[in-house]
Protein backbone atom coordinates (compact mmCIF):
# COMPACT_ATOMS: atom_id res chain seq x y z
CA UNK A 1 0.00 0.00 0.00
CA UNK A 2 3.10 2.16 0.30
CA UNK A 3 3.81 1.25 -3.32
CA UNK A 4 5.21 4.61 -5.33
CA UNK A 5 5.07 6.53 -2.21
CA UNK A 6 7.68 8.75 -0.92
CA UNK A 7 9.02 8.83 2.60
CA UNK A 8 11.18 11.06 4.30
CA UNK A 9 13.21 9.41 7.10
CA UNK A 10 14.69 11.96 9.85
CA UNK A 11 16.77 10.77 12.26
CA UNK A 12 17.86 12.56 15.25
CA UNK A 13 20.68 11.92 17.75
CA UNK A 14 19.82 9.10 19.89
CA UNK A 15 20.93 5.57 20.68
CA UNK A 16 17.98 4.15 18.99
CA UNK A 17 19.17 5.84 15.74
CA UNK A 18 21.01 2.35 14.77
CA UNK A 19 17.37 0.85 14.33
CA UNK A 20 16.56 3.89 11.68
CA UNK A 21 18.61 1.27 9.58
CA UNK A 22 16.19 -1.76 10.01
CA UNK A 23 13.10 0.69 9.76
CA UNK A 24 14.36 1.57 6.35
CA UNK A 25 14.65 -2.09 5.18
CA UNK A 26 11.10 -2.37 6.44
CA UNK A 27 10.01 0.74 4.27
CA UNK A 28 11.90 -0.41 1.12
CA UNK A 29 10.20 -3.92 0.93
CA UNK A 30 6.67 -2.04 0.86
CA UNK A 31 7.84 -0.38 -2.97
CA UNK A 32 8.02 3.06 -1.56
CA UNK A 33 11.30 5.30 -2.01
CA UNK A 34 13.24 6.38 0.74
CA UNK A 35 14.84 9.36 1.54
CA UNK A 36 16.83 10.35 4.86
CA UNK A 37 17.39 13.69 6.40
CA UNK A 38 20.16 13.11 9.57
CA UNK A 39 20.88 15.85 12.38
CA UNK A 40 24.74 16.59 13.09
CA UNK A 41 24.24 14.27 16.31
CA UNK A 42 22.82 11.16 14.49
CA UNK A 43 25.53 11.10 12.40
CA UNK A 44 27.87 10.43 15.71
CA UNK A 45 25.27 7.13 16.31
CA UNK A 46 25.03 5.66 12.71
CA UNK A 47 27.06 6.43 9.48
CA UNK A 48 25.23 7.91 6.18
CA UNK A 49 26.92 5.47 4.46
CA UNK A 50 24.80 2.43 6.10
CA UNK A 51 21.79 4.61 5.69
CA UNK A 52 22.38 5.39 2.49
CA UNK A 53 23.16 2.02 1.10
CA UNK A 54 20.10 0.99 2.53
CA UNK A 55 17.89 3.57 1.41
CA UNK A 56 19.51 3.69 -2.20
CA UNK A 57 19.48 7.41 -2.55
CA UNK A 58 21.92 10.20 -1.02
CA UNK A 59 21.64 11.54 2.58
CA UNK A 60 20.88 14.64 3.31
CA UNK A 61 22.09 16.79 6.22
CA UNK A 62 23.36 20.21 4.33
CA UNK A 63 20.92 22.90 4.66
CA UNK A 64 23.11 25.13 1.99
CA UNK A 65 23.16 22.64 -1.00
CA UNK A 66 21.41 21.85 -4.18
CA UNK A 67 20.07 18.99 -5.03
CA UNK A 68 19.90 18.37 -8.66
CA UNK A 69 20.97 21.76 -10.39
CA UNK A 70 19.39 24.77 -8.68
CA UNK A 71 16.55 22.78 -6.45
CA UNK A 72 17.14 23.78 -3.04
CA UNK A 73 17.04 20.43 -0.41
CA UNK A 74 14.77 21.91 2.08
CA UNK A 75 11.80 22.52 -0.40
CA UNK A 76 12.71 20.15 -2.67
CA UNK A 77 12.54 17.18 -0.22
CA UNK A 78 9.40 18.85 1.31
CA UNK A 79 7.36 18.95 -1.38
CA UNK A 80 8.12 15.55 -2.57
CA UNK A 81 7.56 13.53 0.52
CA UNK A 82 4.21 11.87 1.27
CA UNK A 83 4.96 11.82 4.93
CA UNK A 84 7.78 12.68 6.97
CA UNK A 85 8.45 10.16 9.64
CA UNK A 86 10.94 11.04 12.54
CA UNK A 87 12.59 8.18 14.06
CA UNK A 88 14.13 8.31 16.67
CA UNK A 89 12.59 11.73 17.59
CA UNK A 90 14.79 13.27 20.53
CA UNK A 91 13.49 15.37 23.05
CA UNK A 92 15.95 17.87 21.45
CA UNK A 93 13.98 18.08 18.15
CA UNK A 94 10.81 17.74 19.86
CA UNK A 95 11.82 20.90 21.33
CA UNK A 96 13.03 22.68 18.68
CA UNK A 97 9.88 21.70 16.20
CA UNK A 98 7.32 23.00 19.30
CA UNK A 99 8.80 26.11 19.41
CA UNK A 100 8.68 26.71 15.96
CA UNK A 101 12.90 26.86 15.40
CA UNK A 102 14.38 26.18 12.16
CA UNK A 103 18.16 25.86 12.26
CA UNK A 104 19.18 22.79 10.00
CA UNK A 105 17.68 20.79 7.43
CA UNK A 106 15.37 18.72 9.35
CA UNK A 107 13.72 21.56 11.17
CA UNK A 108 13.43 23.13 8.36
CA UNK A 109 11.73 21.06 6.43
CA UNK A 110 9.30 20.00 9.06
CA UNK A 111 8.30 23.94 8.98
CA UNK A 112 8.26 23.76 5.13
CA UNK A 113 6.55 20.41 4.33
CA UNK A 114 2.66 20.02 3.86
CA UNK A 115 3.18 16.24 3.91
CA UNK A 116 1.82 14.70 7.44
CA UNK A 117 4.46 14.64 9.84
CA UNK A 118 4.81 11.65 12.18
CA UNK A 119 7.11 11.72 15.16
CA UNK A 120 8.57 8.33 17.05
CA UNK A 121 10.22 9.80 20.48
CA UNK A 122 12.65 7.43 21.76
CA UNK A 123 14.65 9.15 24.77
CA UNK A 124 15.39 8.18 28.33
CA UNK A 125 12.83 7.75 30.82
CA UNK A 126 13.30 10.94 32.67
CA UNK A 127 13.11 12.83 29.57
CA UNK A 128 10.53 11.23 28.01
CA UNK A 129 8.33 11.99 31.17
CA UNK A 130 9.87 15.60 32.06
CA UNK A 131 7.04 17.93 31.59
CA UNK A 132 8.50 20.41 29.11
CA UNK A 133 8.93 17.19 27.19
CA UNK A 134 5.09 16.33 27.25
CA UNK A 135 4.22 20.11 26.93
CA UNK A 136 6.01 19.99 23.57
CA UNK A 137 4.60 16.79 22.55
CA UNK A 138 0.64 17.91 23.51
CA UNK A 139 1.59 21.05 21.38
CA UNK A 140 2.82 19.48 17.94
CA UNK A 141 -0.19 17.50 18.56
CA UNK A 142 -2.52 20.11 18.50
CA UNK A 143 -0.87 21.75 15.40
CA UNK A 144 -1.35 18.44 13.64
CA UNK A 145 1.77 16.37 14.11
CA UNK A 146 0.90 12.66 14.84
CA UNK A 147 3.22 11.10 17.79
CA UNK A 148 3.06 7.79 18.60
CA UNK A 149 3.76 6.88 22.32
CA UNK A 150 6.97 5.48 23.00
CA UNK A 151 7.30 1.80 23.74
CA UNK A 152 7.83 0.42 26.95
CA UNK A 153 11.16 -2.06 28.20
CA UNK A 154 14.69 -1.95 28.76
CA UNK A 155 16.38 1.47 27.85
CA UNK A 156 20.21 1.51 26.72
CA UNK A 157 21.14 3.57 29.63
CA UNK A 158 20.35 0.68 31.63
CA UNK A 159 17.00 1.69 32.88
CA UNK A 160 13.31 0.25 32.90
CA UNK A 161 10.36 2.11 31.49
CA UNK A 162 8.88 4.18 28.67
CA UNK A 163 11.41 5.49 26.18
CA UNK A 164 12.28 2.95 23.75
CA UNK A 165 11.59 3.60 20.22
CA UNK A 166 8.29 2.45 19.17
CA UNK A 167 8.34 -1.08 17.49
CA UNK A 168 9.67 -0.56 13.98
CA UNK A 169 6.28 -2.93 12.52
CA UNK A 170 4.14 0.10 14.15
CA UNK A 171 5.81 2.78 13.16
CA UNK A 172 5.34 1.34 9.34
CA UNK A 173 1.43 0.94 10.18
CA UNK A 174 1.46 4.00 11.65
CA UNK A 175 2.70 5.51 8.38
CA UNK A 176 0.43 3.02 6.17
CA UNK A 177 -2.16 4.02 8.49
CA UNK A 178 -1.47 7.63 7.67
CA UNK A 179 -1.39 7.65 3.65
CA UNK A 180 -4.36 5.50 3.49
CA UNK A 181 -8.18 7.42 2.68
CA UNK A 182 -10.48 7.07 5.98
CA UNK A 183 -13.55 5.75 3.99
CA UNK A 184 -14.66 3.57 6.95
CA UNK A 185 -14.24 6.25 9.42
CA UNK A 186 -17.15 6.20 11.91
CA UNK A 187 -17.72 2.38 11.30
CA UNK A 188 -17.54 -0.14 13.80
CA UNK A 189 -16.26 -3.04 12.43
CA UNK A 190 -16.02 -6.60 14.76
CA UNK A 191 -13.86 -9.06 13.43
CA UNK A 192 -13.28 -12.70 14.48
CA UNK A 193 -10.28 -14.35 13.32
CA UNK A 194 -7.97 -17.95 13.85
CA UNK A 195 -8.80 -20.92 15.06
CA UNK A 196 -10.30 -22.59 18.20
CA UNK A 197 -8.88 -24.64 20.92
CA UNK A 198 -11.68 -27.53 22.48
CA UNK A 199 -9.52 -29.09 25.05
CA UNK A 200 -10.52 -32.54 26.52
CA UNK A 201 -8.12 -32.87 29.39
CA UNK A 202 -6.38 -30.00 31.15
CA UNK A 203 -2.62 -30.41 28.60
CA UNK A 204 -4.76 -31.79 25.25
CA UNK A 205 -7.46 -30.20 22.95
CA UNK A 206 -8.96 -30.71 19.15
CA UNK A 207 -8.09 -27.75 16.69
CA UNK A 208 -7.44 -26.67 12.98
CA UNK A 209 -4.67 -25.20 10.83
CA UNK A 210 -6.08 -22.07 10.83
CA UNK A 211 -2.88 -19.24 11.12
CA UNK A 212 -5.39 -16.30 11.76
CA UNK A 213 -3.57 -14.38 9.18
CA UNK A 214 -6.87 -13.44 7.03
CA UNK A 215 -8.63 -11.87 10.07
CA UNK A 216 -5.56 -9.94 11.38
CA UNK A 217 -5.37 -8.40 7.71
CA UNK A 218 -8.80 -7.74 7.71
CA UNK A 219 -8.49 -5.83 10.83
CA UNK A 220 -5.79 -4.32 10.20
CA UNK A 221 -6.85 -2.71 7.10
CA UNK A 222 -10.10 -1.99 8.25
CA UNK A 223 -8.44 -0.15 11.05
CA UNK A 224 -6.18 2.03 8.76
CA UNK A 225 -9.04 3.63 6.50
CA UNK A 226 -10.69 4.63 9.84
CA UNK A 227 -13.11 1.91 10.99
CA UNK A 228 -12.76 1.15 14.97
CA UNK A 229 -12.33 -2.14 15.22
CA UNK A 230 -12.83 -5.08 17.83
CA UNK A 231 -10.76 -8.18 16.91
CA UNK A 232 -11.69 -11.25 18.81
CA UNK A 233 -9.08 -13.70 18.01
CA UNK A 234 -8.47 -17.41 18.82
CA UNK A 235 -4.97 -18.70 19.36
CA UNK A 236 -2.40 -17.15 16.87
CA UNK A 237 1.07 -16.59 16.94
CA UNK A 238 0.82 -13.13 14.97
CA UNK A 239 1.47 -9.94 16.92
CA UNK A 240 -1.38 -7.75 18.02
CA UNK A 241 -2.39 -5.78 15.83
CA UNK A 242 -1.62 -1.84 16.89
CA UNK A 243 -5.03 0.34 17.43
CA UNK A 244 -6.82 -2.21 17.70
CA UNK A 245 -9.36 -3.09 20.08
CA UNK A 246 -8.11 -7.23 20.95
CA UNK A 247 -9.48 -9.70 22.61
CA UNK A 248 -7.93 -13.02 22.93
CA UNK A 249 -10.31 -16.05 23.43
CA UNK A 250 -9.43 -20.20 23.20
CA UNK A 251 -12.54 -22.16 22.20
CA UNK A 252 -15.61 -21.63 20.58
CA UNK A 253 -18.17 -21.26 23.50
CA UNK A 254 -15.17 -18.42 24.62
CA UNK A 255 -15.33 -16.42 21.21
CA UNK A 256 -19.06 -17.15 21.01
CA UNK A 257 -19.32 -14.92 24.45
CA UNK A 258 -16.98 -12.54 23.36
CA UNK A 259 -18.77 -12.28 20.20
CA UNK A 260 -22.11 -11.61 21.61
CA UNK A 261 -20.57 -9.28 24.19
CA UNK A 262 -19.35 -6.59 21.50
CA UNK A 263 -21.88 -7.07 18.68
CA UNK A 264 -24.51 -4.78 20.20
CA UNK A 265 -21.62 -1.91 19.31
CA UNK A 266 -21.07 -3.13 15.88
CA UNK A 267 -22.04 -1.78 12.64
CA UNK A 268 -20.42 -4.98 11.15
CA UNK A 269 -18.62 -8.19 11.87
CA UNK A 270 -16.70 -10.34 9.91
CA UNK A 271 -16.27 -13.61 10.48
CA UNK A 272 -13.21 -14.95 9.40
CA UNK A 273 -12.44 -17.44 12.35
CA UNK A 274 -12.38 -20.94 11.81
CA UNK A 275 -14.58 -21.71 14.74
CA UNK A 276 -14.52 -25.52 15.50
CA UNK A 277 -17.34 -26.91 15.26
CA UNK A 278 -17.04 -29.72 17.67
CA UNK A 279 -16.12 -30.05 20.92
CA UNK A 280 -15.57 -32.67 23.19
CA UNK A 281 -17.97 -33.65 25.27
CA UNK A 282 -16.49 -33.69 28.50
CA UNK A 283 -13.18 -32.02 29.76
CA UNK A 284 -11.01 -34.73 32.16
CA UNK A 285 -9.95 -32.75 35.49
CA UNK A 286 -6.54 -34.33 35.14
CA UNK A 287 -4.88 -35.47 32.53
CA UNK A 288 -5.81 -38.46 30.68
CA UNK A 289 -3.19 -41.79 31.38
CA UNK A 290 -1.91 -43.32 28.72
CA UNK A 291 -3.25 -47.09 28.49
CA UNK A 292 -3.43 -49.43 26.09
CA UNK A 293 -6.64 -49.67 23.67
CA UNK A 294 -7.92 -46.89 21.61
CA UNK A 295 -9.55 -44.22 23.28
CA UNK A 296 -13.17 -42.65 22.48
CA UNK A 297 -13.50 -38.98 22.54
CA UNK A 298 -17.32 -38.19 22.25
CA UNK A 299 -17.93 -34.55 19.99
CA UNK A 300 -20.70 -31.98 20.24
CA UNK A 301 -21.47 -29.59 18.04
CA UNK A 302 -20.44 -25.86 18.92
CA UNK A 303 -23.19 -23.34 18.52
CA UNK A 304 -23.02 -21.93 15.67
CA UNK A 305 -22.10 -18.07 15.90
CA UNK A 306 -22.87 -16.51 12.54
CA UNK A 307 -25.71 -18.56 12.40
CA UNK A 308 -27.03 -17.05 15.12
CA UNK A 309 -26.01 -13.63 15.01
CA UNK A 310 -27.79 -14.15 11.22
CA UNK A 311 -31.30 -14.41 13.53
CA UNK A 312 -30.78 -11.21 15.12
CA UNK A 313 -29.40 -9.46 12.44
CA UNK A 314 -30.31 -5.39 14.13
CA UNK A 315 -29.39 -3.80 10.61
CA UNK A 316 -25.77 -4.74 10.82
CA UNK A 317 -23.85 -6.44 8.14
CA UNK A 318 -22.79 -9.87 8.38
CA UNK A 319 -20.06 -11.21 6.13
CA UNK A 320 -19.03 -14.54 6.47
CA UNK A 321 -16.27 -16.83 5.53
CA UNK A 322 -16.41 -20.75 3.91
CA UNK A 323 -13.87 -22.70 3.27
CA UNK A 324 -14.38 -25.96 1.24
CA UNK A 325 -12.93 -28.86 -0.58
CA UNK A 326 -15.79 -29.58 -2.76
CA UNK A 327 -18.28 -27.96 -4.34
CA UNK A 328 -17.13 -24.52 -3.56
CA UNK A 329 -19.73 -22.18 -4.73
CA UNK A 330 -22.92 -24.07 -4.18
CA UNK A 331 -21.87 -24.98 -0.97
CA UNK A 332 -21.24 -21.08 -0.37
CA UNK A 333 -24.37 -19.75 -1.80
CA UNK A 334 -26.20 -22.04 0.40
CA UNK A 335 -24.40 -20.72 3.59
CA UNK A 336 -24.94 -17.48 2.58
CA UNK A 337 -28.31 -17.34 2.36
CA UNK A 338 -29.10 -20.19 5.22
CA UNK A 339 -27.12 -17.94 7.74
CA UNK A 340 -28.50 -14.95 6.99
CA UNK A 341 -25.12 -13.15 5.49
CA UNK A 342 -24.76 -10.11 3.35
CA UNK A 343 -21.48 -11.81 1.52
CA UNK A 344 -19.28 -14.41 1.95
CA UNK A 345 -15.94 -15.14 0.85
CA UNK A 346 -15.25 -18.65 -0.47
CA UNK A 347 -11.79 -20.32 -0.96
CA UNK A 348 -10.72 -23.74 -2.27
CA UNK A 349 -8.67 -25.57 0.80
CA UNK A 350 -7.43 -27.70 -2.20
CA UNK A 351 -5.70 -24.41 -4.14
CA UNK A 352 -2.25 -23.91 -3.31
CA UNK A 353 -1.99 -20.12 -2.24
CA UNK A 354 -5.44 -20.13 -0.29
CA UNK A 355 -6.48 -21.11 2.77
CA UNK A 356 -4.76 -21.97 6.13
CA UNK A 357 -0.88 -20.72 6.86
CA UNK A 358 -0.32 -19.04 3.58
CA UNK A 359 0.19 -14.91 3.47
CA UNK A 360 -2.24 -15.23 -0.12
CA UNK A 361 -5.61 -16.38 -0.76
CA UNK A 362 -7.64 -17.16 -3.86
CA UNK A 363 -11.22 -16.27 -3.02
CA UNK A 364 -14.60 -15.67 -4.70
CA UNK A 365 -16.94 -13.02 -2.69
CA UNK A 366 -20.58 -14.14 -3.44
CA UNK A 367 -23.78 -11.99 -2.52
CA UNK A 368 -27.17 -12.12 -1.50
CA UNK A 369 -27.83 -11.04 -5.44
CA UNK A 370 -26.21 -13.96 -6.98
CA UNK A 371 -23.58 -12.28 -8.37
CA UNK A 372 -19.67 -13.64 -7.92
CA UNK A 373 -16.26 -11.72 -7.76
CA UNK A 374 -13.53 -13.81 -8.22
CA UNK A 375 -10.48 -12.30 -7.32
CA UNK A 376 -6.67 -13.64 -8.75
CA UNK A 377 -3.99 -14.77 -6.11
CA UNK A 378 -3.33 -12.26 -3.74
CA UNK A 379 -1.67 -11.18 -0.82
CA UNK A 380 -4.28 -11.46 2.30
CA UNK A 381 -3.92 -7.60 2.61
CA UNK A 382 -5.08 -6.91 -0.40
CA UNK A 383 -8.04 -9.60 -0.23
CA UNK A 384 -8.60 -7.45 2.72
CA UNK A 385 -9.11 -4.54 0.92
CA UNK A 386 -11.11 -5.86 -1.90
CA UNK A 387 -13.71 -7.14 0.85
CA UNK A 388 -13.87 -3.82 2.69
CA UNK A 389 -14.59 -2.38 -0.64
CA UNK A 390 -17.41 -4.49 -1.04
CA UNK A 391 -18.34 -4.43 2.82
CA UNK A 392 -18.35 -0.37 1.94
CA UNK A 393 -20.43 -0.50 -0.62
CA UNK A 394 -23.28 -2.13 1.94
CA UNK A 395 -23.16 0.67 3.96
CA UNK A 396 -24.87 2.97 1.41
O1 LIG B 1 -20.57 -23.54 8.17
P1 LIG B 1 -19.13 -23.15 8.27
O2 LIG B 1 -18.55 -23.50 9.59
O3 LIG B 1 -18.28 -23.62 7.13
O4 LIG B 1 -19.19 -21.56 8.13
C1 LIG B 1 -18.06 -20.79 8.11
C2 LIG B 1 -18.40 -19.43 8.67
O5 LIG B 1 -19.16 -19.54 9.86
C3 LIG B 1 -17.16 -18.67 9.04
O6 LIG B 1 -17.41 -17.32 8.79
C4 LIG B 1 -17.01 -18.97 10.52
O7 LIG B 1 -16.31 -17.94 11.19
C5 LIG B 1 -18.44 -19.08 11.00
N1 LIG B 1 -18.66 -20.06 12.07
C6 LIG B 1 -19.14 -19.64 13.28
N2 LIG B 1 -19.38 -20.53 14.28
C7 LIG B 1 -19.12 -21.84 14.11
C8 LIG B 1 -18.63 -22.29 12.89
C9 LIG B 1 -18.39 -21.37 11.88
O8 LIG B 1 -19.38 -18.45 13.45
N3 LIG B 1 -19.34 -22.67 15.10
Redesign the pocket.
Known sequence: MLKGKHILLGVTGGIAAYKSAELIRLFIKTGCSVKVIMTRHATEFITPLTLQTLSGNPVFMDMFSLIRDHDIAHIALAEEADVLVIAPATANIIGKMAAGLADDLLTTVALATKAPVLICPAMNTNMYENAIVRENMRKLASRGCHIMAAGEGELACKTEGSGRLPDLQDILDEVQSLLTEKDLAGKRILV?AGPTREPFDPVRFITNYSSGKMGYALAIVARRRGAAVTLISGPTVLPVPSGVDFIPVSS?LEMREAVMQHLKTADMVI???????FRPSTRADDKIKKKSGPLTLTLER??????EIGKKKEGRILI????ESEDLVENAKA?LMK?NLDLIVANDVKQSGAGFQTDTNIVKILDRAGGIEELPLMDKMEVAGRILDRAKQLFK
Open positions: TAKSAAVADNPDILAGFAMKK
